[in-house]
């Protein structure tokens, strides 16, 4: 009993110090409160270690998650045109913060495949998963040039300062195997075979103008390198210039890409505190992906030197225009190498512990650490679920870097064969996703396969006589 309290003890002053350190929004605390629906095993592999029947997900709503986090909400930049009545991106309204570091994060998760089956002490999920991880770092100005680059005295001198992007997105196969060790322990481990699809890695990404002092020449420098790789068709100039993707048929190309494989591990324990609490630690994708099709080495050291042109001379404007186009564009242009190279997974730390106070109510605090190339992300959450016959209803606080506090919740629906749920770590993101910074939303649906089934005749304690149709009573 001491020490179940001090673990409490140390697990709730761990969930503060991370608390205090920064948050993400997801929702993966509140899916570790239902540790009876097979999306729970997705956070942790030892979860749904014991299910009473198989069961199987339903196409692509088995589990769906969709997550924004940025520093910045994106309706303060999108208006509505009264002329057409189309939304438009106002670049202009970055000038009002031009040194301000921009970032934006997003995550989406999609679950065509999911089942179960019970394979001696073995409880065993197989499932066909397609992610996709996004970070962009951008100062305003670098946005704001866009739209104001004519202007010649605020961009006589200018510059982006450094830019990151860091998108990755994969097929992901894997193995779910969960067994109990003890009557207190529980563990699982899940080996992947992985499939990366679409990666973009851009470090340190800057591009620069300097206007001459008298005013006759314009340089344009960029500077920075990365790595890209995509099943659709990169076109490379002779001098081995990227200016052009094509992106004919990237539905088909996208689903039918499997030539960049890799592989991974999920690992995850369960250790019950009591009959009623539960202390949980998971570690998932601890992996890499080859990169072999289609991949390219970026480099964006170029430069161009723009002198202007003698008004006096005859020249063919349409012609000029266009080459001037090709050379302005080349100077930030990437050359691209064929090359093959490693990719990281994102790694996922998950420490959570759940407590069941009655047969009602069940509580949880969850920090999730995900590390994606150079970035570190912190989720912290406080859950709780109650229920009400077939009903639970959730709700959930999120608490973003001191500032910023948002009320999520959502709801499940339990019957005989189907069960369902959905969760919003941001009620208000509901309403309107433009106007908050962070919002995440989950979506769930599980079938149940041959429950067992009751007689709907009440048996009186006789037995079937060998002269049938009779039936003969004990009594």
């Not at 012609?319 to 302005?328: A, G, I, M, Q, S």
């Not at 999120?398 to 959502?410: E, H, K, L, T």
Request: glycine share 6%; proline share 3%.
């Amino acid at each position: 009993m001491q020490m179940n309290k001090l673990l409490q003890k140390i697990v709730l002053s761990a969930l503060l110090v991370i608390y205090f350190c920064g948050t993400f929004a997801q929702n993966v605390g509140s899916i570790l409160l239902f540790d009876s629906y097979f999306q729970s095993q997705l956070y942790n592999p030892a979860y749904f270690s014991n299910p009473k029947y198989p069961v199987i997900g339903l196409p692509l709503l088995g589990n769906s998650n969709i997550t924004n986090s940025a520093n910045f909400r994106l309706s303060n930049f999108i208006y509505k045109n009264s002329d057409n009545g189309e939304m438009q991106f106002d670049l202009e309204k970055f000038d009002q913060h031009p040194n301000k570091l921009y970032q934006q994060i997003n995550t989406l998760e999609l679950l065509p495949l999911y089942f179960n089956i019970k394979i001696k002490e073995h409880n065993v999920g197989f499932y066909y998963k397609e992610s996709l991880y996004s970070v962009v770092r951008f100062r305003g100005n670098a946005l704001s040039f866009l739209n104001n680059g004519n202007a010649p005295e605020l961009y006589r001198d200018f510059s982006s300062e450094k830019m990151w992007v860091n998108e990755l997105s994969f097929k992901e196969f894997a193995v779910n195997l969960t067994k109990e060790i003890t009557p207190k322990i529980v563990i699982g481990y899940r080996p992947k075979l992985v499939f990366g699809t679409t990666n973009i890695s851009i470090n340190d990404l800057e591009y620069n103008i300097k206007t001459s002092q008298a005013g006759d020449s314009i340089s344009l420098t960029s500077y920075g390198e990365g790595k890209v790789s995509a099943p659709f068709e990169i076109i490379r100039d002779e001098n081995k210039t990227i200016y052009k993707i094509n992106g004919e048929n990237a539905m088909s190309k996208y689903l039918g890409a499997f030539g960049n494989w890799g592989l991974a591990l999920d690992l995850g324990i369960v250790y019950k505190l009591s009959d009623a609490e539960d202390l949980s630690f998971s570690m998932l994708n601890l992996g890499f992906i080859k990169f072999t099709k289609k991949s390219y080495e970026l480099d964006f050291n170029k430069s161009y030197l723009y002198k202007g042109f003698n008004v006096n001379i005859d020249i063919d404007s349409e012609t000029y225009v266009n080459r001037l186009k090709e050379d302005l564009m080349n100077a930030i242009r990437p050359d691209g190498d064929y090359d093959n190279y490693v990719k990281m997974l994102p790694l996922s730390l998950i420490l959570n512990y759940n407590k069941l106070i009655n047969d009602k109510v069940k509580i949880g605090a969850t920090n999730q650490l995900l590390f994606f190339g150079k970035q570190y992300i912190n989720t912290t959450s406080f859950s709780s679920k109650y229920n009400i016959k077939m009903f639970d209803f959730v709700g959930n606080v999120n608490v973003y870097n001191f500032r910023r506090v948002a009320i999520g919740g959502g709801a499940s629906l339990r019957t005989k064969y189907l069960q369902m749920f959905f969760l919003a770590n941001n009620l208000f993101g509901i309403y309107h996703p433009a106007a908050t910074q962070n919002f995440s939303f989950n979506v769930g649906v599980q079938i149940t396969i041959n429950p067992e089934r009751k007689s709907i005749f009440k048996s009186s304690g006789g037995k079937c006589s060998k002269y049938l149709p009779f039936y003969r009573n004990r009594h």
